[in-house]
């Protein structure tokens, strides 16, 4: 019980170090593994480990714990495949899987059996393990790097497909090396193999989901509070049923069954994915430090020679770049961004736990395969290892500092969303509209989207808190959100719900009266109008004769100074940055710069802070 709780414990340890040094978490996760398994038996006086995956999961309990737990995990990916997304670089996704499959499974193996000296058959499992990419690698690997749209969809779609189309290459592979069938023809063995896999998954995924989905949009079926242990425990027992129908088809039966719920127009899809995103980085955090803590120091020593680094150089720097030419031959995709696709492809969780499995079952002396293959076996997980803390480090590293100097980072969108088009928020949208900063108003009022569309605003009837919403607002345009509406609470639910999609700073709203009259009350951060009116108190205000006045900064103001010029202005709505950037004016305020033009209304008959 100590050591499945330390597992568990050191897991979470390392995702906060990772945060903390801002470096990701499968690093520090592997390290961890690395530090209280093989690498401990040189601080023990009988060699024995101080955490062993091995004696908390024996046998085949390992393998299903290890399976199970990366079926949900792509469960978890699954869901966030958006078809929408993939509109006019389809073809570039879908070329990536095939070529990336047949490209790196014969160049892998190949490559493993010249330098490492593997026989074809080791050689071909070890090129199918690298197959795979993994989300929970290339997911924060893109949140930290911020590519361009086009680069960011290619690289998260590819990450999450690729992964059981890999794993089932890599069981087809397996399953030729236990056969024993030296004789039989090998295509007409995998397409055997391939076919049933493939529809067994697909089957069974696809009546899941299906269920699943009439389910959700049924509350008398379904209660809210059910809603996400229930399909959690639908996810494993589509996994479980796929596996008996035919075996190792569960991870492209929960894939499926991920893509078919995440692409359905289902109310409070949000709940349910952030409930799986904790559920998977729990899962990630203990299999990590597990997987690693089994792998033997012997084995570790053996990759301190050329071979490997060779080997590694050959996969990253030569086969994944020819992946990449084949598959973007004729697109419309740039060479920056085709070199970039090239350089991004880190390995994951997937490829750990899948040759975890198969070193387990070829070196259990069961496996109908030599004493050399067995001994190259057991090398199966080290390498895996070395490519994964390899491209982690090196491409988490470098990447940003690369997508820099190509130019492919994503540009920080300007435009404004509006949560409530009423009097207030039209009235601040009407003057960004003048200045050609882009504008969409949400109100449920079909009165209020009228009048916005008289004045030629982008409008979404209907709340753009909705999960329909969420989905359909294109945030590659919008950077903030204004909520304007007279009911404070509405305003704060905006913020909260939309501040993961944008984040916390990125987020505003109107002051209540609560916190405009009471003086001694802390205001919280990003009020607008720096939460000197509420929303009766600003309509009144702007009711009044006034002028709208622009003026530009002729000089640099910190802080403090600036809010000693913004005292100057009668009502100072936003600033205005040279690349047309829009900020408002909030107690959060730093600086104005030289060149930013400060928009502000100047009224006849109305006394400041009235």
Do not use: C
């Not at 995702?15 to 209280?36: F, S």
């Not at 509350?219 to 479980?240: E, M, Q, S």
């Not at 078919?260 to 299999?287: P, Q, R, W, Y």
């Not at 070199?339 to 070829?362: D, E, N, Q």
């Amino acid at each position: 019980m100590i050591e499945l709780a330390s597992l568990i414990g050191l897991g979470f340890f390392a995702q906060w170090l990772g945060w903390k040094i801002k470096v990701p978490a499968i690093l520090p996760l592997i390290l961890v593994g690395l530090i209280v398994g093989p690498f401990s038996t040189f601080f023990t006086l009988d060699g024995e480990k101080f955490i062993d995956g091995d004696k908390i999961f024996h046998g085949e309990l390992l393998f299903d714990v290890v399976n199970l737990s990366v079926g949900l995990i792509l469960f978890e990916g699954g869901l966030t495949l958006k078809l929408k997304e993939t509109k006019n670089i389809g073809n570039v996704i879908w070329r990536l899987l095939i070529f990336g499959t047949i490209i790196t499974l014969i160049g892998g193996a190949i490559a493993t059996h010249y330098i490492m000296g593997f026989s074809y058959r080791i050689a071909l499992l070890f090129g199918a393990l690298i197959i795979v990419s993994g989300p929970t690698v290339v997911g924060p690997l893109l949140r930290n790097i911020k590519p361009n749209r086009k680069i960011n969809t290619i690289l998260k779609w590819e990450g999450i497909l690729i992964d059981p189309i890999g794993a089932l290459v890599a069981i087809l592979i397996f399953d030729f090396i236990l056969s024993g069938h030296s004789n039989e023809l090998f295509t007409l063995f995998a397409l055997k193999g391939f076919l049933f896999l493939t529809l067994s998954g697909l089957f069974t995924g696809g009546i899941a989901a299906f269920i699943t989905v009439r389910m959700l949009k049924n509350k008398a079926l379904l209660p809210d509070h059910l809603k996400n242990t229930v399909i959690l425990g639908a996810v494993i027992g589509t996994f479980g049923f796929s596996d008996v129908l035919h075996e190792e088809s569960g991870l492209l039966a929960v894939t499926i069954y991920g893509m078919i719920i995440g692409n359905s127009k289902i109310a409070n899809l949000k709940s349910l994915m952030h409930f799986k995103e904790d559920v998977t980085l729990i899962l990630i955090s203990f299999l990590f430090v597990m997987l690693s803590s089994r792998m033997d120091i012997n084995d570790l020593m053996a990759l301190a020679n050329g071979k490997s680094i060779l080997l590694f150089i050959v996969i990253i720097y030569i086969i994944r770049p020819l992946v990449v030419l084949f598959s973007t031959i004729g697109t419309n995709l740039s060479w920056k961004e085709r070199f970039f696709i090239s350089y991004i492809s880190p390995r994951g969780i997937v490829a750990a736990g899948v040759a975890s499995l198969f070193t387990l079952k070829l070196t259990s002396g069961s496996a109908p395969i030599t004493d050399i293959q067995v001994e190259e076996a057991k090398m199966l997980l080290p390498l895996t290892f070395m490519i994964i803390i390899g491209t982690v480090v090196i491409q988490g590293l470098t990447a940003k500092p690369l997508a820099k100097a190509l130019n492919v980072l994503r540009k920080e969108p300007n435009g404004i969303l509006f949560l409530g088009a009423s009097e207030v928020g039209l009235f601040i949208a009407k003057i960004l509209h003048r200045y050609k900063i882009p504008v969409l108003m949400s109100d449920t009022s079909e009165q209020n989207i009228k009048e916005a569309k008289r004045h030629g605003i982008t409008t979404y009837e209907g709340s753009i808190l909705s999960e329909g919403a969420l989905e359909e607002v294109d945030f590659s345009k919008y950077g903030q959100l204004f909520s304007t509406t007279s009911n404070n609470e509405i305003n704060i639910l905006g913020n909260r719900t939309v501040s993961s999609e944008l984040g916390m700073n990125k987020v505003f709203r109107l002051a209540s009266k609560l916190e405009v009259e009471t003086n001694a009350l802390q205001k919280p951060q990003h009020l607008l109008f720096q939460g000197k009116y509420d929303f009766i108190g600003l309509t009144n205000l702007i009711r009044r004769k006034h002028i709208i006045k622009i003026v530009k900064s002729s000089q640099y103001y910190d802080k403090e100074e600036s809010f000693q010029l913004l005292s100057t202005f009668d009502l100072p709505i936003f600033i205005i940055h040279s690349n047309r950037r829009v900020t408002p004016i909030t107690d959060s305020l730093d600086e104005i710069n030289e060149e930013d033009e400060i928009v502000y209304l100047e009224f006849k008959d109305v006394k400041k802070g009235s």
